[in-house]
């Protein structure tokens, strides 16, 4: 059945026709876009369907250029520490929880931020022990590059107490010398392997993620990774109609996952698909977190003058891996931070990938002009976080000082140098809603109430941008996604107020998502309101 949509105020980001009131769509395609006159001529003849749009809102469907489907999704199945206002919380929840656990299961938690608490530290082994004695715990900090567990999970995972640092990740330790429970980036490995779901479970908690997502409008996503066995598990999910959006699937290497390396062997790359899930890039992990803070950077941390991030691999390596991808077909990227790690990226990417693949580097959040420069020569995509500001930026002054820390996620620059730079949330990061994305782009505002390089701010149409037409681009798919016009797939968010017309960030970042469509079927909301 053919639709039509009338009564809106349609931004199309089409520049020949900016803003419509009406368009027709006909087997999930836009074959018109204007006035509804146009609009029902177009379907003349045949039974259509109306929906009317009651002068809403409405701008084409969001996508998330960098998440997690997977780790958003274990994270509302499981403990939900990010609301929790303290440790002490965060261990009363575990104690409850391990009350109710079956003997001898996993208890998993997520979205802790040590730097946000009170205490200002990470759960210990000791602290987790006294909580739960007899399940193995992981709490994993909000960045996804720590996590705290207790020594029955550190027994699962067959790490020792007094293991050697992995390269890589590094352990915390007692003033013994054993681990005390809290472990760095790649010294996650092993747990995150012992903790890993079951497929079963996995896939209906990825249902209910990609629900929770379309509710926020996002009709697309690029997915970052996920534990040990989870693509398996995306990819059953979405052949067994369980995920709604349509996925961008990276293949990547880091924290227990050498799934790139599978699929080299196969000689399968970017571009290969089945029906609306897509092979993505090939991603390395080069160093940790902006916020955790691990990212490899090249002048020492203001928080630690003695550390300057972990940087996963030799730049050999790195090379070695990029050009394999490369001449398997690969889009190329990496998991790049700090400034040492974004110049490690850039230049191996320049070297070893192919301009037309559109390459791109995850983060790319501490690059000053001189990088900015180098990426832009290379046609690189900076795949950026605006979220993180609001809600890691008075961390980033912390932990890098003021010039480095107010500087992350230069947007104004990279657009000034002519890159399309794709928004994300890495959810569960941060807020997956993109509309906190383009708030935090539009504001770079923190928590806090301090504006992060005012300078580097930017407006709505560009901010919309980042979460539309760039990544639809980035995924070679700019003539069916990412704008609304003739040709486009009907992908598009209704919204319960009009955020063009906003000022207030918070307003933007808190307005209801009404109605999601993806290929014309309404996947939130009740088209009859």
């Known amino acids: 059945m053919s639709t039509l949509y009338r009564n809106g105020r349609i931004t199309t980001l089409d520049r020949a026709a900016p803003e419509v009131p009406a368009m027709a769509v006909r087997n999930g395609v836009v074959v018109h876009i204007g006035s509804e006159d146009g609009a029902r001529a177009a379907l003349s003849g045949e039974e259509i369907r109306v929906r009317d749009l009651r002068g809403r809102r409405v701008l084409p469907g969001f996508i998330d250029a960098h998440a997690h489907l997977a780790l958003f999704s274990i994270e509302q199945a499981n403990l939900a520490l990010k609301p929790l206002p303290s440790l002490s919380a965060i261990l009363e929840t575990v104690r409850e929880a391990s009350l109710r656990a079956p003997a001898g299961s996993w208890i998993r938690g997520s ?40 020594t029955e999970a550190l027994r699962r995972a067959q790490i020792s107490l007094r293991a050697p640092d992995p390269p890589g990740g590094r352990f915390d330790r007692n003033p013994d010398g054993t681990v005390n429970g809290v472990l760095y980036d790649q010294a996650l490995g092993a747990v995150q392997a012992a903790s890993a779901p079951g497929q079963a479970d996995l896939i209906d908690w990825m249902d209910r993620g990609s629900r929770l997502w379309a509710q926020a409008g996002i009709t697309a996503f690029h997915d970052a990774g996920g534990p040990p066995g989870y693509f398996g598990a995306l990819g059953r999910a979405y052949a067994d109609g369980r995920i709604l959006q ?14 790139l390396d ?17 092979i993505g890039a090939a991603k390395i992990m080069l160093d940790g977190s902006s916020s955790g803070p691990t990212a490899a950077t090249r002048e020492p941390y203001q928080i630690d003058p003695s550390f300057s991030g972990i940087l996963y691999h030799e730049a050999d390596t790195v090379r070695e891996l990029m050009t394999r991808a490369a001449s398997r077909g690969f889009q190329l990227t990496a998991h790049a931070v700090g400034d040492r790690a974004v110049e490690l990226a850039a230049r191996t990417i320049a070297a070893a990938g192919v301009r037309e693949r559109r390459n791109r580097i995850e983060h790319a959040a501490m690059c000053p002009p001189d990088l900015t420069d180098l990426i832009a020569a290379a046609g690189i995509t900076p795949v950026a976080q605006p979220s993180f500001l609001y809600e890691f930026g008075d961390g980033y002054l912390e932990s890098y000082g003021e010039d480095r820390g107010a500087g992350m996620f230069p947007l104004r620059s990279w657009l000034e140098a002519g890159l399309r730079v794709a928004g994300s949330s890495d959810s569960p990061v941060s807020d997956h809603r993109p509309l906190a994305g383009i708030a ?23 901010a919309l941008r980042l979460y539309t037409e760039n990544p639809a681009w980035l995924a070679m798919a700019e003539h069916s996604l990412g704008r609304l016009r003739v040709g486009s797939r009907a992908n598009l968010v209704a919204l319960a107020d009009d955020v063009t017309a906003m000022d207030s960030a918070d307003d933007i970042r808190q307005c209801p998502v009404v109605l999601t469509v993806i290929d014309d079927a309404v996947v939130h909301g009740d088209e009859s309101r």
């Open 262 to 278: 599978e699929f080299l062997r196969a000689d399968i790359g970017t571009g290969f698909h089945r029906d609306r899930f897509h």
């Open 440 to 462: 935090g782009a539009m504001s770079r505002m923190t928590r806090g109430g301090r504006v992060l390089a005012p300078s580097e701010r930017i407006g709505f149409q560009e």
């Open 111 to 150: 979205g802790y931020n040590h730097l946000t608490l009170p205490e200002h530290r990470h759960p210990t082994r000791v602290d987790l022990d006294a909580a739960s004695p007899r399940h193995p715990v992981v709490l994993t900090r909000t960045c996804g590059h720590i996590a705290a567990v207790n």
């Open 246 to 259: 349509r996925v961008d699937a990276m293949v990547w290497n880091g924290l227990g996952v050498n799934q």
